[in-house]
């Protein structure tokens, strides 16, 4: 089993037809992907071409979701136009958006997070690398690639990943497939202050998945998102969790890569979030090379098969 995304989920790509959107187009279709639709207003009737591949474009959402029964959608609108991208998903009744776009203006997510309330559709992102699921072909092909991550670094296994960080999302895939275990899914939830969904959303489908057998939580200086998933993690999950923080080094006050990490309160600190885990009883990571050793050492403690 897998969250959110299956081999057979449908998608439609935003901004398909732009130069970055077609590249990851190309990649997810190479990967299996069921990439049935993209969207690009005043582009409706041509075609994205890649191999054997046809994929019709609509000049909105709306008309692409009835035409190929596409249940979630990959953004890659520009910034000044990725709030209304998302908003026509909601307004389509899609299951799930997933906002890869970088930069979207923090006023715009808390328009879009407020119209989103009591609406059907999650929202993954923005700035973030998007959702795999991995597939049983070679190089983990035949699953579903949403976004930007690489695909042939993944393996279809039972260890579940989420991660504020793309390149650190990235380096724990591969260190669980070069131990053999593999990924259920894996899930960039991006570093924006004003995002769709947690760590805390993330880590209960994976606690509710059968086939997640421990989870990976990867986190950052700045808010108490980790905190709050951690807390959760220590009342609610039995399954092994590893977790590691990033910006241990990072002074306070000073903004640091991403736009949400901000050290502010005293929970915000690498040093207070690793406590919280270690007080959880979630295995702490020393560094980004010991997450899957991490993982297999709380699986140990826990009696736990990752198999």
């Known amino acids: ?23 990851h187009a190309q990649l997810s279709l190479d990967y299996g992907t069921q990439v049935v639709a993209g969207v690009t207003p005043g582009k409706g009737g041509q075609f994205f071409e890649h191999q054997q591949h046809k994929v019709p474009i609509f000049n909105s959402v709306a008309e692409a979701a009835a035409a190929t029964g ?23 009744g899609l299951d799930l958006v997933v ?7 923090v006023r715009d997510m808390v328009r879009v997070k407020r119209a989103m309330v009591g609406r059907k559709t999650r929202l993954i992102g923005p700035n973030c690398p998007g959702v795999v699921t991995p ?10 690639r949403i976004g930007i991550a690489p695909g042939y670094i ?15 999302t990235y380096e724990a895939v591969w260190q669980v497939t070069c131990m053999g275990l593999g990924q259920s899914t894996c ?3 991006g570093g924006d202050p004003v995002n769709g969904t947690s760590h805390l959303d ?12 421990g989870i990976i939580m990867i986190g950052e200086i700045g808010g108490t998102a980790e905190v709050e998933a951690a807390r959760w993690i220590k009342e609610n999950c039995s399954k092994p969790v590893a977790g590691f923080i990033a910006g241990a080094t990072a002074p306070a006050g000073r903004r640091m ?8 309160g005293k929970e915000d600190t690498a040093a207070a979030k690793i406590a919280i885990f270690q007080e959880c009883g979630i295995e702490v990571a020393v560094t980004p090379s010991d997450m899957a050793d991490a993982l297999r050492r709380s699986a140990r403690a826990k009696h736990k098969k990752l198999a």
């Open 135 to 144: 597939g049983t072909g070679p190089d983990s092909s035949g699953g579903c």
């Open 202 to 213: 993330v880590i209960k489908l994976f606690n509710a998945d059968p086939d997640t057998k």
């Open 154 to 168: 993944h393996k279809k296994g039972h260890v579940g990943i989420v991660s504020r960080s793309g390149t650190l």
């Open 99 to 105: 906002a890869i776009t970088e930069g979207i203006p």
């Open 187 to 189: 899930v960039g939830i």
């Open 257 to 264: 890569g991403h736009a949400g990490a901000v050290i502010g």
């Open 1 to 23: 089993m897998s969250i959110l995304i299956t081999p057979e989920t449908k998608i439609l790509i935003q901004g398909i037809t732009g130069a970055f959107g077609a590249r």
């Open 70 to 92: 596409a249940t979630v959608s990959a953004i890659f609108v520009p910034p000044p136009f990725a709030a209304d991208a998302i908003l026509e998903c909601t307004e389509a």
